[in-house]
T-cell receptor, first 116, second 112 residues
Framework: DTGVSQDPRHKITKRGQNVTFRCDPI?????LYWYRQTLGQGPEFLTY????????KSRLLSDRFSAERPKGSFSTLEIQRTEQGDSAMYLC??????????????FGPGTRLTVL | GENVEQHPSTLSVQEGDSAVIKCTYS??????FPWYKQELGKRPQLIID?????GEKKDQRIAVTLNKTAKHFSLHITETQPEDSAVYFC???????????FGKGTKLSVKP
């Protein structure tokens, strides 16, 4: 598989529950990004990693959200104590960032979260 | 932070006509300017991008033009086809940031 994959594709949960999503980037890509997209809007940046290091976090990423990329390959995004406002499509993207160049980001199919 | 605006929000054209979507941004340090196409229920897909040292780039029916002085870049689609119908997003990237800042999108409808 040469593309970015995400699991699960759909998640329905009750308010207050914790959920975890997984993203597998394109194999040689060193950067991994998480975005959130709500209906009728463009994706909004949440956080990104270069290898294992989490380099930037958005103000959107409240303390209920945590992301990891422990071995510099796949990443997980966990949302604790979910709220109805967390319902959205969570998109993962990856890129290869060589020195002195600007990376192109390729997106996965997303995980659609519905919080009841 | 970067402020990105995209116009128009909706665009309807007849098959074979041209379509132009404009994106303005605020961060003068932005150095990378991609356009993504998103069909309903699908992932955003990169269709064309341009770096800050280039003024125009073309790929078959699609072109992007960049005006760094005025801080805007535009997507041009010629000879539109019904399969071009989708939402198009501009997503400039600031010089000091790794992430893309997406516009609100333009819904393009191409009528046969």
């Amino acid at each position: 598989d040469t593309g970015v994959s995400q699991d699960p594709r759909h998640k329905i949960t009750k308010r207050g529950q914790n959920v975890t999503f997984r993203c597998d980037p394109i194999s040689e890509h060193n950067r991994l990004y998480w975005y959130r997209q709500t209906l009728g809007q463009g994706p909004e940046f949440l956080t990104y990693f270069q290898n294992e290091a989490q380099l930037e976090k958005s103000r959107l990423l409240s303390d209920r959200f945590s992301a990891e990329r422990p071995k510099g390959s796949f990443s997980t995004l966990e949302i604790q104590r979910t709220e109805q406002g967390d319902s959205a499509m969570y998109l993962c993207a990856s890129s290869l960032r060589p020195a002195g160049s600007t990376d192109t980001q390729y997106f996965g199919p997303g995980t659609r979260l519905t919080v009841l | 932070g970067e402020n990105v605006e995209q116009h128009p929000s909706t665009l309807s054209v007849q098959e074979g006509d041209s379509a132009v979507i404009k994106c303005t941004y605020s961060d003068s340090a932005s150095n990378y300017f991609p356009w993504y196409k998103q069909e309903l229920g699908k992932r955003p897909q990169l269709i064309i991008d341009i770096r800050s040292n280039v003024g125009e780039k073309k790929d078959q029916r699609i072109a992007v033009t960049l005006n760094k002085t005025a801080k805007h870049f535009s997507l041009h689609i010629t000879e539109t086809q019904p399969e071009d119908s989708a939402v198009y997003f501009c997503a400039p990237k600031g010089g000091s940031q790794g992430n893309l800042i997406f516009g609100k999108g333009t819904k393009l409808s191409v009528k046969p």
